[in-house]
């Protein structure tokens, strides 16, 4: 009965989410996280990684916020720091209405309920001394909780919530797939009936036939659960499948964010359109339509030194001098899509006739998808093979 009012609460949560009065679960401000770096006998600090470099957004209670961007942005650091697997460097972190940006073991303890992880790496995630029963049930002895049954029962009820067999309970991590080792990772983080789920790219170690069950399976249990989740992923398409909206980070900043259609309809920010660019069109009909791909040139900036000004002037084909100088602001342009450019794309220039850079045009290559399929397509000349057979064997024809 309780998983049946969660399930009519959840539309009711993200309508809420995209009317003008949204429940803000998480919002996060200011975020920074700087590793230092470390030379010499004397451990003197030389210099600072800003894997995390000044983020802000928010995440309503009911909804998928997707953050995408290439390795090395920023995102599972990102995801580590909402939910205080590491210490803040600056910014802040409120959860639920309450600040726990630097709150210690203690302070977290009871907060670790409503906040839980999914890891990216499914085998080292998994304690393989431990049976499945005390890996999944490991929550409820660290939290002194007493789940009706017993721990053995509800263990194996969310075995079962997962797909998994709840007989498995004694078998060890070593004797399942990747996906299965997945799945008992997703138990684990609902064993509490978290409110915020923070997945760091759950389905990237895992077999494609095996990641559209896992996504399935994260779709079913927010609707069931109510859950609200923060999906980092590299793969666009899985989260097209399962975002509400979308935040793309460049180099420790969020350059973009807005609802899934806006995104992938009309993106703004010229990373944006060539990550885009870059998904390829599963649809063999729809080979032959125009479109071109975006190759950027060069490699990511280090986070140790990030260039002045826009951190992607340097491989931006609409760079101009105010980008080397002055650093664009996350501002909505459009209502729901903010984005971090002073000339975006499907807008308006934010800094008109200023000289474009030099290096602009060196910094893409655009290659134009030919259309072989059109071109192969005199197959119909096939039927002529038979006709060159008519002269010697005319006779058999009759």
Request: with cysteine; glycine share 8%; hydrophobic share 35%.
């Amino acid at each position: 009965m309780t998983s049946q009012d969660k399930s009519v609460d959840v539309p009711a949560q993200r309508a809420s989410a995209k009317g003008a009065s949204p429940q803000v679960l998480l919002r996060v401000s200011g975020l920074k996280k700087h590793f230092p770096i470390r030379k010499g006998l004397l451990q003197r600090t030389t210099g600072a990684v800003r894997a995390v470099d000044g983020i802000d957004f928010e995440v309503h209670a009911g909804e998928t916020l997707g953050v995408v961007g290439e390795s090395g942005c920023g995102k599972s650091t990102m995801g580590r720091l909402i939910t205080r697997l590491l210490e803040p460097t600056a910014g802040t972190v409120e959860f639920g209405g309450k600040d726990i940006t630097h709150l210690g073991v203690g302070g977290m303890r009871p907060l670790r309920r409503d906040m839980q992880m999914i890891f990216q790496d499914p085998y080292s995630s998994l304690n393989p001394r431990h049976t499945i029963g005390t890996i999944v049930g490991a929550p409820f002895k660290l939290q002194g909780v007493n789940p009706e049954g017993g721990v053995r029962k509800e263990v194996q009820r969310l075995l079962e919530v997962v797909g998994l067999n709840p007989e498995h309970y004694n078998r060890y991590p070593h004797e399942f797939s990747g996906g299965q080792r997945q799945r008992i990772g997703i138990a684990r983080a609902l064993a509490l009936n978290p409110k915020l789920v923070v997945a760091d790219e759950p389905v990237s170690a895992l077999d494609v036939s095996i990641q559209a069950q896992v996504v399935n399976l994260l779709d079913d249990l927010q609707t069931e659960l109510g859950l609200t989740y923060v999906i980092i992923a590299h793969d666009l398409s899985v989260v097209r499948h399962v975002s509400d909206r979308i935040a793309v980070m460049y180099l420790g900043k969020i350059v973009e964010l807005a609802d899934r259609e806006s995104l992938y309809k009309a993106p703004m920010h010229p990373y944006t359109k060539a990550l885009l660019s870059a998904v390829p069109i599963p649809d063999p009909r729809r080979r032959s339509a125009k479109s071109e791909r975006i190759l950027l040139k060069g490699d990511v900036p280090s986070p140790i030194s990030p260039p002045s000004g826009c951190r992607f002037h340097t491989r931006c084909w609409k760079a101009t001098e105010v980008c080397t100088t002055q650093e664009p602001p996350l501002v909505a342009l459009k209502t729901g899509h903010q984005v971090a450019c002073h000339h975006p794309e499907n807008a308006p220039d934010q800094v008109p006739g200023d000289a474009a850079l030099a290096t602009a045009r060196e910094a893409i290559e655009i290659v134009a998808l030919k259309k072989e399929p059109e071109e192969a397509a005199p197959e119909p000349a096939a039927p002529k093979q038979p006709e060159q057979p008519e002269e010697p064997g005319a006779g058999p024809k009759e």
